[in-house]
């Protein structure tokens, strides 16, 4: 029995799956096909013609009925033999069918970016959707200048160096390039395990790495943050850093500055992620606890309200208009800068496949990721075990936690030169041995 199942049925637009009954078995895969739900008859397992797109919707089913008759040929020739095929065998007779010994089109990358998409639309952020089609775009550009498209297969090593050094060409930053090669990444994880249209590996070997720039590696110190704390924002302190001083703009400035400190500061006493901490609200705080279910994992973060915090709250900070994180990482830029937090930082980058290393204030690179970064350091430095915080931030290994944090050798042997293992007033005394031997002398 052959017949077409959504894979997201719940979407405003599905991904189609045809799913062959055969022996005992089921043999389901995508086939490159996405229709909006509204339109699928699930009784006809074909699509309804809705107004204006009588056409699209005869296209599809035409589409359709091309894979049922080459499943049905599938089965045929697998009828002769006495055990079931494997799905991989399966598919490979089945594609030679339904393509007349042409690979199947979902063998290139970049049409399963729309399967892809259509999987995670209203589900991701709508930020992040932008990533994955800004992604498709670029892959495809590629395509058009090494003039062949790409299947799943062609993306190794041989791959990676290709289009780095092509995409390194465009004078973008290496986190930027790092987006990409992550996305990529995930597309190829989706494509081989969801929807198991390839079997390659070559893209998951140690040298394909998702590269990037250091300029994410800074924190603010607890002295840091208590001078953003206390900073006076008004009229007089915001007409520093503004161009446009007209009165209207300033007022609004002030209370955006407020707001980014104040949202800032949150993350930053908390080591919660921007999209948790920006959708805090009061029923998440309880007998000086914080709780809220991770956005990204789905975990329950529970972490004790810092006076710093409390006092915010206590103040009348305002839960339900937070900051979107692209207006907060612009505002806590000139909060930080008002801060006086203009020490110069030094910043290797990547321009043009080559690494320049400039110095900029840091009050430039902080940005709302500074917040949790700052948690787990300070955290940290201040001596609370690493397997405690790490419960706070999600870090599994301690290892990757290590690596997160920022301590500068300095900074760990001040830490460090308190303990009793370097400090001999807190050992036991030893008299030197001066017995002496007669015969020695």
Same mark, same amino acid.
């Given at each position: 029995m052959t017949t077409f199942i959504l894979l997201q049925a719940k979407r405003e637009v599905s991904p189609l799956a045809i799913l062959v009954s055969f022996r005992g078995r089921k043999y389901r895969r995508s086939i490159g096909e996405s229709?909006?739900?509204?339109?699928?008859?699930?009784?006809?397992?074909?699509?309804?013609a809705l107004s204006g797109v009588s056409d699209e919707a005869a296209a599809v089913n035409d589409r359709l009925r091309l894979w049922r008759k080459a499943a049905y040929n599938t089965v045929e020739h697998f009828m002769a033999y006495k055990a079931a095929p494997t799905t991989e065998e399966f598919f490979d007779y089945l594609d030679k069918e339904r393509w007349g010994g042409r690979r199947l089109d979902t063998g290139f990358l970049a049409p399963y970016f729309d399967t892809f998409i259509a999987r995670y639309e209203g589900v991701r952020s709508a930020s992040q959707i932008k990533h994955y089609r800004t992604c498709r775009k670029t892959l495809e550009e590629y395509e058009r200048y090494r003039g062949r498209r790409l299947r799943f297969e062609d993306i190794d090593m041989d791959f990676y160096n290709r =289009?780095?050094?092509?995409?390194?060409?465009?004078g973008h930053t290496l986190n930027y390039l790092g987006e990409k090669i992550k996305i990529l990444k995930t597309v190829l994880n989706d494509a081989r395990d969801i929807d198991h249209l390839h079997t390659s590996d070559a893209y998951r070997v140690?040298? =394909?790495?998702?590269?990037?720039?250091?300029?994410?590696?800074?924190?603010l110190s607890e002295d840091e943050l208590m001078s953003i704390y206390r900073l006076e924002i008004d009229e007089r302190t915001v007409k520093e850093v503004m161009t446009d001083t007209r009165?209207?703009?300033?007022?609004?400035?002030?209370?955006?500055?407020?707001?980014?400190?104040?949202?800032?500061?949150?993350?930053?006493?908390?080591?919660?992620?921007y999209s948790d901490y920006s959708r805090l609200a009061p029923e998440n705080i309880k007998d000086g606890i914080i709780q809220i279910r991770n956005q990204k994992t789905g975990v329950t973060?529970?972490?004790?309200?810092?006076?710093?915090?409390?006092?915010?709250i206590d103040n009348g900070y305002? =839960?339900?208009?937070?900051?979107?994180?692209q207006k907060l990482n612009d505002q806590i830029k000139d909060v930080a800068r008002m801060a006086g937090i203009t020490e110069g930082v030094l910043v290797s980058q990547n321009r043009g496949g080559k690494v320049v290393e400039t110095v900029c204030p840091k009050? &430039?690179?902080?940005?709302?990721?500074? &917040?949790?970064?700052? =948690? &787990?350091?300070?955290?940290?430095?201040?001596g609370i075990p690493s397997i405690a915080i790490m419960k706070i931030t999600g870090h599994k290994r301690e290892s990757t936690f290590m690596r997160y944090i920022r301590v500068s050798e300095r900074e760990n042997a001040e830490m460090l030169k308190d303990a009793a293992f370097f400090n001999r007033?807190?050992?036991?005394a030893v008299e030197p041995n001066m017995a002496t031997n007669a015969d020695d002398e």
């Open positions: 229709v909006a739900v509204k339109s699928w008859n699930n009784r006809t397992k074909q699509v309804r =289009f780095t050094a092509w995409f390194n060409t465009k140690k040298g =394909f790495i998702t590269p990037q720039d250091s300029p994410d590696t800074v924190y009165p209207l703009n300033v007022g609004r400035k002030v209370e955006a500055l407020r707001k980014a400190r104040d949202m800032f500061l949150i993350g930053a006493f908390t080591g919660l992620r973060t529970s972490v004790p309200v810092h006076w710093v915090v409390k006092e915010i305002d =839960f339900t208009h937070p900051l979107w994180e009050y &430039a690179l902080v940005s709302s990721h500074t &917040a949790r970064r700052s =948690f &787990a350091t300070n955290a940290y430095k201040a007033k807190d050992r036991p």
